[in-house]
C-alpha cells in the first residue's frame, strides 16, 4: 500500500511574524505541485496537516490560552483560528483539483488520563467519500474541562502510527514542508541527511509566535515518524519541485535517518 503524510509548514503558508497573515503565492503554489502529484499518485491513501502559523501560534498568545486552558471562550478561540487557516488550505487545495475535505482533530482525537484516544471512524469516512483528510494543530480535550495544544506534527502522527497497525505497512514517506532549506548546520549549510545521534543547534526568530517547537519538534517528531514512514523528509517547501522530489523518494535537502548505517 502507497501512503504519503504530508504536513505543510505553518511558517511556509503563512508569515509568523504578521497576524494571521497568509502567504497566498506559496500556498497557490504548494496546492498546485500537490495537485500535479495527485494526478498521478491518486490511488495512494494521502493525509495532509497543515500548521497553525501566524493564526493559531499568534491567537494563543492574544487570548493567553495557556494561563486558563480549560476556559471554553479561549479554547474557542484558539480551534476558530486554526480552523480559519484549514478552510484557506481545503480552499487551494480543491483549486488544484485535489479532493480536500477539512477534518478538525479535537472532533476525533481526546485524551483521558494522559492516553490518546483516537476515533479513526471520522477519518476513515472521508476515505469513503473518495477525498483527503485535511487535518491541523488544533486544542484537544484531556478531561475534566482540559484541554491542550496538539501539533500538526502530534496529528499526523497519531494517524499515521494508526494507519501503519491497521495495514501492516508503514507510509511511503512523510514530507514536512518549511520555509528553509532542510535542516541547517551551525554555518547554516543543508545537512544532506541528519541522523539521531547527530548535534543540532537551533535558533529561534524572536518575531514568531511559535508554541509548538518550531525545527527542533519538527526533527524530533521526523525521528518519530520513521517509526510508521519509510522515508521521513524536511524539505523547503518554496522551491518548486523539493516536495514532488521528496514525495518520490528522491533525496532532496535533509533526510532523516534513525542511525548510522555500518560499513
Not at 485535511?134 to 475534566?144: E, L, S
Not at 517528531?221 to 514512514?229: D, I
Amino acid at each position: 500500500m502507497t501512503s504519503y503524510l504530508i504536513k505543510l509548514g505553518g511558517g511556509l503558508i503563512t508569515d509568523k511574524s504578521i497576524p494571521q497573515h497568509v502567504r497566498q503565492d506559496v500556498l497557490a503554489q504548494v496546492a498546485s505541485e500537490l495537485g500535479e502529484l495527485y494526478k498521478d499518485l491518486s490511488s495512494a491513501t494521502w493525509l495532509i496537516g497543515n500548521g497553525a502559523g501566524s493564526f493559531g501560534h499568534y491567537t494563543v498568545h492574544a487570548v493567553s490560552y495557556k494561563d486558563a486552558p480549560a476556559d471554553p471562550k479561549r479554547i474557542a478561540a484558539v480551534r476558530q483560528s486554526v480552523a480559519d487557516l484549514n478552510r484557506l488550505v481545503v480552499a487551494a487545495l480543491r483549486a488544484a483539483d485535489i479532493p480536500a475535505a477539512a477534518l478538525s482533530p479535537h472532533q476525533f482525537i481526546r485524551e483521558k488520563d494522559g492516553v490518546i484516544q483516537l476515533d479513526y471512524q471520522k477519518i476513515a469516512e472521508v476515505y469513503a467519500r473518495g477525498e483527503i483528510p485535511i487535518v491541523y494543530g488544533d486544542v484537544i480535550d484531556t478531561g475534566d474541562g482540559n484541554s491542550r495544544i496538539a501539533s500538526t506534527e502530534e496529528v499526523l502522527k497519531i494517524i499515521g502510527k494508526h494507519q501503519t497497525r491497521a495495514t501492516g505497512t508503514p507510509a511511503t514517506a512523510c514530507v514536512y514542508a518549511t520555509s528553509v532549506e532542510g535542516v541547517l548546520d551551525q554555518e547554516g549549510m543543508t545537512i544532506p541527511v541528519l541522523r539521531r545521534e547527530s548535534g543540532l543547534h537551533v535558533h529561534k526568530n524572536s518575531k514568531d509566535y511559535d508554541v509548538t517547537g518550531g525545527m527542533a519538534q519538527k526533527v524530533a517528531a521526523g525521528f518519530e515518524a520513521l517509526q510508521y514512514s519509510q522515508r521521513v523528509y524536511i524539505v523547503d517547501g518554496r522551491n518548486q519541485g523539493h516536495l514532488s522530489r521528496a514525495i518520490r523518494l528522491q533525496d532532496v535537502d535533509t533526510r532523516l535517518e534513525a542511525y548510522k548505517p555500518r560499513d
